[in-house]
C-alpha cells in the first residue's frame, strides 16, 4: 500500500528520510521553514565568498555511500569527494604546531619530533585501540534502534562495554597513555564537535578521534552543503515535493497546520525539526528537562589577503584547555582565551572566493542560551579570536571586507534549535544510545522523530544513520512494506536500479 508521508524539515535528516521514502514508491512531502534546504548544513553567501554554513568535516563515510546505495546509486556519482590530508593544522599555545593526518608513518614522525619517541611509540596501539572501539561502538550501540531494554542490557552488549571499557572517561583515558599535555588536547577534543567537554565524556565517543586518525577527514566539491542539495534533488527524481518557507505551526493527530494557516494530512508525519522543539512547539507538550550541548558563535569572513600557514581545516587551543572548558561546560560563562576552530574551504576548492581572498570560516564554541547572548558577548568573543589569528598567522582586520555571523540566538529563531544550543539535546550518557529520546513521539502514535536530537545523536553521519533507523522502525512496526510500490509517477524503476 502506497502512503503519505510529511516530514517536517528539510535538514539532511528530514531529506534522507523523504529519499528513502520516495524510493520505496510512497508520498512524501517535506515543509521546510527557511528558504533553504540543508538546515544546518546549508550554505551561506557573503560578497562572492562561499560558505559552509555549519559543519565542515565530512567524516565516517559509510552512511554516506549507504543511503546513495540503498536507493540504488553510487555517491561518487553525486558528490565529487577528496581526502583533506592533513585534516587539520592544530596551533597549540606555547606556538608549536601538528598538522593531524591519518598517515600513521607521519603521525609518529611528528609526535616524535614534538614530544619524543616514547609518545610516538604509544601511538599505535592507541590507534588500535580507537579501532576496536569504533568497530564494536557503531554497529551494536549506535545503528541500533534499541526496540527494547534487552537490546541494550543483553549479556553480549554487557560484554562489548565491558570488553572495550567504554564508558570510562575518555579524557582519563586518554591521558593514561599520553604525558604530553598537547596529545591529551589532540586526541580527545573531537567530543567538542558533539558539544560536549571531553573531561565529561565517555570513552565510547574516541569512536570521532578515530574517524579522524583512522579514515580521516573529507571534502565535497561545493562544500558539505552539496551533500544535502544532491539528497534534496534525488528525493524529488522519486517524487517527493519540497516546499520552502512553509513553516509548521501545529501537529495535530496526522495532520499538521502551517503558519499561513493551511492544513495537509497524512498517514504518518515524521518531524526532523530540533525534538525538544517539536515536542514544546507542535505537539503542545511540556519536554522532559532535557540537557542541551553547547553552542556555537561563528563567523564567515571575506577577508582580502592570504593566511598561507592556515589549511583547510584548523584547530586553535588557549593557555588553558581544561579552563577553557570549565567556563563553557560548569561555569556557564564565556572563555576569555576560547579554543577555536577556523576554516578556508578555499584550500580544498579554488573558486569558494575570488583570487586575493580568503573564505574565512571561524567557529567558536560559547555557552548555549541558558547564559544570555548579547553584543559585548560577541564583542569579546571576535577580539580573542582575532587577536590569537593576529599573532600566529598573521591576520589583519582591516583586510576584512565582510563580516556575519550567527550567534546561538539566531540558531534558535532561524532553525528552531531549542535554547539555542547548536548541536541539539547534549550527548552524554544519560542522553545517549538507549537513553536518546525514541524516534517515535510519546504523545502522538502517528508522529516519527529523525534528527540530531534523536537516535543515534549529533553530526551529519548520525542524522543519515537516524534516517536509516526511521526506515527500519516503520518496517518492524508494519506502517510500511519492506518492499517497493511502483506507482505510475515513478519515473524509474526501483527494484531494476538498486545496486548490487
Ligand atoms: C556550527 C556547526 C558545525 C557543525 N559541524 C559539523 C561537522 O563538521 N560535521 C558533522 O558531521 N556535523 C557537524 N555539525 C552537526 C550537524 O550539522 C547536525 O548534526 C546536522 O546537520 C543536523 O541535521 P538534522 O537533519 O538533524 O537537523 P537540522 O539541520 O537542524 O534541520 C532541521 C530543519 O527543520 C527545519 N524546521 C524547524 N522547525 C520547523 C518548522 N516549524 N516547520 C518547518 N521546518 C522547520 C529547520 O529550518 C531545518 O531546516 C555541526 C553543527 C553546527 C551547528
Known sequence: MRKSFIVIGAGLGGLATALRLAHRGHQVTVLEKTDQVGGRNREHRLNDCHFDGGPSLMMMLDPFRKLYRDVGERMEDHLQISLCDPSYRVFFADKSRIDGTPNVALMLEQ????????????????????????????????????????????????????????????????????????????????TMYLGLSPYDSPWVYG??????????????????????????RLAEERGATIRLNAPVQRVDGKSVVLESGETLSGDIIISNSDLPYTERALEN????????????????????????????????????????????????????????????????QADRAPSGHENLFILVPCPNLDLPWDAETERITQNAVFDRLSSEVGFERSRIRGLESRTPLDWRNELNLERGAAFGISAEFIQSAFFRPDNRSKYNKSLYHVGASTRPGNGLPMVLISAELIEER???????????????????????EKAP
Open 474 to 496: 516503520l518496517i518492524r512496526e508494519g506502517v510500511i512494506a519492506d518492499t517497493y510500490v511502483l506507482t505510475p509517477s515513478t519515473s524509474f524503476h526501483p527494484l531494476k
Open 285 to 348: 507538550k511540556t519536554p522532559k528537562s532535557f540537557k542541551y550541548s553547547c553552542s556555537a558563535y561563528v563567523m564567515y569572513i571575506d577577508y582580502q589577503g592570504t593566511l598561507p600557514e592556515m589549511l583547510h581545516h584548523n584547530v586553535f587551543f588557549g593557555k588553558d584547555f581544561r579552563g577553557n572548558l570549565n567556563s563553557l561546560f560548569h561555569e556557564l560563562k564565556t572563555p576569555e582565551d576560547p579554543a577555536f576552530y577556523a576554516c578556508i574551504s578555499k584550500r580544498s
Open 111 to 190: 609526535i616524535e619530533r614534538l614530544c619524543g619517541p616514547a609518545e610516538a611509540a604509544k601511538y599505535p596501539q592507541f590507534l588500535g585501540e580507537l579501532a576496536k572501539l569504533y568497530h564494536v561502538a557503531i554497529p551494536h550501540f549506535v545503528r541500533n534502534n534499541f526496540p527494547n531494554p534487552w537490546s541494550y542490557a543483553s549479556p553480549a552488549q554487557l560484554q562489548r562495554v565491558l570488553s572495550t571499557r567504554m564508558l570510562g572517561n575518555l579524557s582519563k583515558k586518554v591521558a593514561r597513555t599520553f604525558k604530553d599535555e598537547r596529545l591529551q588536547m589532540l586526541f580527545s577534543f573531537q
Open 207 to 232: 569512536t570521532l578521534t578515530y574517524m579522524e586518525y583512522g579514515e580521516g577527514i573529507w571534502y565535497p566539491q561545493g562544500g558539505l552543503p552539496a551533500i544535502s542539495q544532491s539528497v534534496a
